[in-house]
């Protein structure tokens, strides 16, 4: 090796490398059978392979979960008017869903429930709610908290679907039916907020995002910043224009606030 530490080759090396004929014939046979050499790369290799091994990224459609219990249907009422709110959001779709009934066949008919039919399927299991992306739950008042139908339904939501927090982190709404102004439009909705906290869920309530309509004082109107609702008399009067325009609100909303924290 010549001075340098190999930069300058010795005469020993330079011998090598002006080898015979022969030697030369034999080395430019090896050469041409070897494979060609790699192409040069440019760029970032993880976004290359990303880009071409995988394909694109398909948008998912959004669910939302609307679940509730109602008894002459103003709730369910409201329920369908959410349901078109979120619809109209693209990329975001609303179901419906009820809640088992507690009560006998013949307690339902002393008390003059209409049959609520079989177009609206009634929730079958928990792992169903692990399908939503967001809910919207809808009951009506027994003194100031909900309904003991809702109750039960959150009251089965134990086992995994709780001990494993499988609907944690899922965007929650409500909407309330009572009989009367202060029968429980705020207290039924913020007593109901406990069953979220224990499933890890986030509450999304409407504030004041429904505008001038939610300072109006010049009729009687069910809904508050926790929520839509419906003022329903002794079961005679129906949601009014304003109820059903803050119930649509409410879904529009949901269904946007669903989308954002889905990144969409």
């Known amino acids: 090796m010549g001075k340098g530490g190999g930069c300058v080759p010795s005469k020993k090396s330079a011998r090598l490398l002006t080898a015979s004929p022969k030697h ?50 103003h709730t369910e009422t409201m329920a369908r008017t959410i349901k078109s709110g979120i619809d109209s959001v693209n990329g975001v779709s609303g179901f419906l869903f009820r809640v ?13 429930v209409p049959d609520k ?26 003194f100031g908290s909900m309904a003991a139908q809702m109750k039960a339904f959150f009251d089965g939501l134990g086992g995994r679907i709780w001990r494993e927090q499988r609907l944690a982190g899922k965007p929650a709404g409500f909407f309330i039916s009572t009989g009367t102004q202060g029968g429980g439009q705020e207290s039924t909705a913020w007593t109901a907020i406990t069953q979220l906290a224990h499933q890890g869920m986030i509450f999304v309530p409407i504030g004041y995002t429904f505008g001038e309509k939610m300072f109006d004082m010049n009729e009687i109107r069910g809904g508050s910043p926790y929520g839509a609702g419906v ?25 946007t606030i669903v989308k954002r924290m889905a990144g969409i």
């Open 100 to 112: 088992p009934e507690t009560l006998t066949e013949e307690e339902l008919t002393s008390m003059m």
């Open 24 to 73: 030369q014939h034999h080395t430019t046979t090896t050469t041409s059978s070897s494979p060609p050499p790699p192409i040069p790369f440019s760029g970032d290799l993880k976004r290359q392979i990303s880009t071409t091994s995988q394909p694109p990224p398909v948008a998912r459609a959004l669910k939302i979960f609307v679940i509730f219990y109602s008894s002459y249907g």
């Open 117 to 142: 039919g079989e177009e609206i399927p009634v929730i079958k299991s928990n792992e169903e709610l692990e399908e939503a992306d967001g809910f919207v739950f809808g009951f009506p008042t027994r």
């Open 231 to 255: 003022i329903a008399g002794d079961g005679s009067r129906p949601p009014s224009e304003t109820e059903l325009a803050l119930a649509e609100h409410q879904g529009k909303y949901m269904a």
